[in-house]
């Protein structure tokens, strides 16, 4: 089933390589980075996993010969493994300034390592890869936050209804589970969450309470679509606030969580800047929260949940693609849009709220239409519900109701 799809993120690193010296694809462990970077491997392009224990000893005994190549390309996959490569890599490319000499794979934010003194800050692109969207296992194209912008979506009937929906969302993104029976996905998500908290929890930081840091997976899970408290969420496992702060930058470091900052303006000062949590795999959250589809039907509050973190999952693979920039909105008047996505070129905005519901109303639309009117004022602004219905519906100019599944038709 996965072994066909093609990624997004393909095209946008060949293009990356033409330009920069250094291009570095990171993302979770096992969301198909190996298979993206193995699948641009020419007979130009040399690859070299740190997976492999004798290049990895290699690359630690020696880091400067383990990075020289007679290649166009050299593929070094997992780098994070050994971050001494990075000074050795940044040596390489001052001396010879030729683009795409090198494509790194990792599986945790560079950043966030400590070990890592070396940032290839002028030598280098980062880009993500997200575990599968919808949109990339049907073989869409990146083009629907482009068409909203736009206003060039149509008023189309779409098939997919909400039962369909739910069990998209329930199956995540991860190319080796979606794959699997539900038993068995929900058993690799466990595997999987283990296995990280287990080895790969230790690269990112120094943390002797592994048991703090499942429990506090665990609430992050519930936690997802969320404003951030860090008091309450701290409440949860016992442990200090700075002990809490510091296990959410290991999680996020690890591409298990993500932050979705508040949407300011320089016009209105009632506006909240608490950021919003969510889990970066709908599935794995059903998971650790021990979800059953059948349980989840009726209850408005998981479905609510649900829903929101498989539209952050699905809508920010493509705000990577093309460049786009996500927030949400809340002011202290408790009005609240889900997420605000901008359009850097021209400051377009996309207000988009989340609605589990099979139809839609204007009221859905309130807080949509008093931010177009008080804070978008000149700004491209257009409204958005994304519902579980299968009509597209006009709600006035620059509002519509849209199916989910616009996402990936």
């Not at 990075?86 to 934010?109: C, E, F, H, P, W």
Request: aromatic share 10%.
């Amino acid at each position: 089933m996965t072994n066909f799809i093609k990624r997004w993120q393909q095209q946008t690193i060949q293009d990356a390589l033409k330009t920069r010296r250094v291009v570095l694809l990171s993302g979770s462990r096992q969301c198909g980075k190996t298979t993206l970077a193995r699948a641009l491997q020419t007979k130009d392009v040399e690859y070299r996993t740190l997976d492999d224990i004798g290049l990895l000893e290699a690359a630690k005994s020696d880091p400067h010969s383990f990075v020289k190549h007679e290649s166009k390309t050299l593929i070094i996959d997992e780098v994070r493994r050994v971050p001494d490569l990075l000074l050795a890599i940044k040596m390489a490319v001052d001396n010879d300034t030729r683009s795409g000499q090198y494509l790194l794979t990792g599986s945790a934010n560079l950043n966030a390592i400590p070990t890592a003194r070396e940032s290839l800050a002028g030598r280098i692109a980062k880009l993500r890869l997200r575990p599968l969207s919808q949109a990339e296992i049907l073989g869409a194209q990146p083009i629907f936050l482009q068409r909203l912008f736009d206003g060039e979506l149509k008023t189309d009937t779409y098939n997919e209804e909400k039962e369909q929906i739910i069990e998209y969302a329930m199956r995540g993104g991860y190319p080796e589970a979606i794959a699997l029976p539900e038993k068995d996905r929900r058993a690799w998500h466990r595997d999987y969450t283990t296995a990280l908290l287990d080895r790969d929890l230790q690269d990112v930081a120094r943390i002797h309470r592994k048991e703090a840091v499942r429990e506090l997976l665990n609430v992050l899970a519930a936690w997802s679509s969320k404003y951030m408290d860090i008091s309450s969420i701290t409440s949860k496992i016992s442990v200090k606030r700075k002990a809490t702060e510091s296990y959410i930058n290991a999680l996020e470091a690890l591409y298990l969580a993500e932050r979705v900052p508040a949407w300011s303006s320089r016009d209105y000062d009632r506006i909240g800047k608490h950021p919003k949590i969510f889990m970066t795999d709908c599935g794995i959250m059903a998971t650790l929260l021990d979800w059953r589809i059948d349980q989840i039907r009726l209850d408005s509050d998981r479905i609510g949940k649900l829903f929101e973190t498989f539209a952050f999952n699905e809508l920010m693979a493509q705000v990577d693609y093309n460049d786009y920039r996500m927030y949400h909105y809340r002011d202290w008047e408790k009005r609240e849009i889900d997420f605000l996505i901008e359009r850097p070129d021209d400051g377009a905005l996309l207000g988009i709220e989340i609605k589990a519901s099979t139809s839609a109303s204007k009221n859905d639309f309130k807080h949509l239409r008093w931010f177009k009117e008080n804070l978008a004022k000149t700004r491209p602004f257009t409204g958005i519900v994304l519902y579980a219905g299968t009509n597209t519906l006009s709600f006035g100019d620059d509002f519509k109701a849209v199916p989910f599944s616009a996402i990936w038709s």
